[in-house]
């Protein structure tokens, strides 16, 4: 997928997912267009919630290849239109969202600092389907997953936390800000996530 289009689905994740009903119209059309493999668009409907289904389908999209931005703009067309035309207007100006800072807005002084409760909560509400990326790029092993899964099975958000507390107590000092962003950056979670955060 062109890079362009990758920055529009990640810069507007969570517009999108509070906007688009994932229903199986589109999932057959990315299926039927080859975008979407058989496995994938049932991981997509065991998802609880439909702001799920739709976070786990732009989590797919942009390793789909070169054609699918433009199927999946197509498979909005009859009952997203306006979400359509929006991300077109965006790549058409060239531009994500001047509203958002497309740097990673953290205070210098906070990077050596150990992020509190308060912020790993509010991180964990934001991230979308790459959480596990994150959590295995700070070290955690796959059993450790598990159990976040396990221990918390109606809330993805708990299970995120869970990771993140964990990651704390076993890293202590080490657990800081900075080594947070770096795990967030190798999983391609945007910018727009850190906001309100760490402020």
Sequence with gaps: ????HKEILRAHRLQLSEQLIVDDTIIQYLYQEDILTETQVEEIQSQTSNKSKTLRLLHFLPTRGPNAFNVFLKSLEQDFPW????????????????????QWSVPQHLLHTVPSLQQLNKLASRLGP??????MDLDLSREELYRCRADHPLSVQSQVLAGLVMWKQSHGRKA???HLLQSLQAADVHPSVLNQVFL
Excluded: F, H, R, Y
């Excluded at 997928?1 to 362009?4: A, E, G, L, Q, V």
């Excluded at 979400?83 to 497309?102: D, H, R, Y």
């Excluded at 790459?130 to 959590?135: F, G, I």
């Design 83 to 102: 979400i359509k035309q929006t991300l077109v207007l965006l790549l058409e100006e060239g531009s994500t969202n001047p509203s958002e800072p497309a």
């Design 130 to 135: 790459e959480w596990e990326t994150v959590l």
């Design 176 to 178: 800081t800000v900075q």
């Design 1 to 4: 997928m062109d890079p362009k």
